[in-house]
């Protein structure tokens, strides 16, 4: 089943703004992820946030989790045409490494 | 260097046929994984090996039948081929579980004619 739900489904910005995604799930969760997705390609992953930890940062993102809330937010400051792809957050709920996907946050960053 | 890799990158056949896809990881993962992307790019967890065993088998058709001879490869292989097959099979590896992030391969887009 859908653990994820993402919004916006789809986010149109230009050079240079911020953009922010929100995931909210469902369960209990170990960790939450956030991978990219360009079209055609695999999805790389991003960053990975522990239950225990509220803010992590990795150069222009910057991801928040609020577990009270069952939920988690997605930042790329001064974004670039490069950032323009699929965002999707994924949750780890299990101790058998099953991450379940939400449906996704299409980013288009125009320059 | 690819570190996970899937074979072929595009496949298209007929209702009914049997065809396998491959996949390599480089890493020395001890899991790896298959999952389904369908055309709203949802993805969903199909199959998932630890050290050649299955750890994860989702409610998937016994049509699609994984194989891992060793824990750097697994193998998907998909029986009488249906319309709703097609979608894009991507596998992904990861160490001790998805602690580290998984890292996926570039995906294999079905096609069922």
């Known amino acids: 089943s859908q653990q994820g739900e993402e919004d916006p489904q789809a986010l149109s910005i230009q050079e240079g703004e911020n953009a922010t995604m929100n995931c909210s799930y469902k369960?209990?969760?170990?960790?939450l992820q956030w991978y990219r997705q360009n079209s055609g390609r695999g999805l790389v992953h991003l960053i990975l946030?522990?239950?225990?930890?509220r803010e992590k940062h990795s150069g222009r993102l910057r991801v928040t989790l609020d577990t009270s809330k069952k939920s988690s937010s997605l930042l790329i400051t001064a974004s670039r045409a490069a950032d323009t792809a699929s965002y999707f957050c994924?949750?780890?709920?299990?101790?058998?490494?099953?991450?379940?996907f939400g449906q996704g946050t299409t980013l288009q960053v125009k320059p | 260097d690819t570190a996970v890799s899937q074979t072929p990158k595009y496949l298209v056949t007929q209702m009914g046929n049997d065809k396998s896809i491959k996949c390599e990881q480089n890493?020395?993962?001890?899991?790896m994984y298959w999952y389904k992307q369908d055309s709203k790019k949802f993805l969903k967890i199909m199959f998932s090996?630890?050290?050649?065993?299955?750890?994860i088998n989702e409610t998937v058709p016994n049509r699609f039948s994984p194989k891992s001879p060793d824990k750097a490869h697994l193998n998907l292989h998909i029986n009488s081929l249906e319309l709703g097959d097609s979608a894009v099979y991507f596998c992904?590896?990861?160490?001790?579980?998805?602690?580290?992030?998984?890292?996926f391969g570039s995906g294999t887009r079905l096609t069922v004619v």
């Open positions: 369960t209990s969760i170990n960790n």
């Open positions: 090996y630890n050290n050649k065993e299955l750890i």
């Open positions: 946030i522990r239950s225990n930890e």
């Open positions: 890493l020395g993962h001890d899991t």
């Open positions: 994924a949750t780890d709920g299990s101790n058998t490494g099953k991450l379940i």
């Open positions: 992904a590896s990861s160490q001790a579980g998805s602690s580290y992030g998984y890292t």
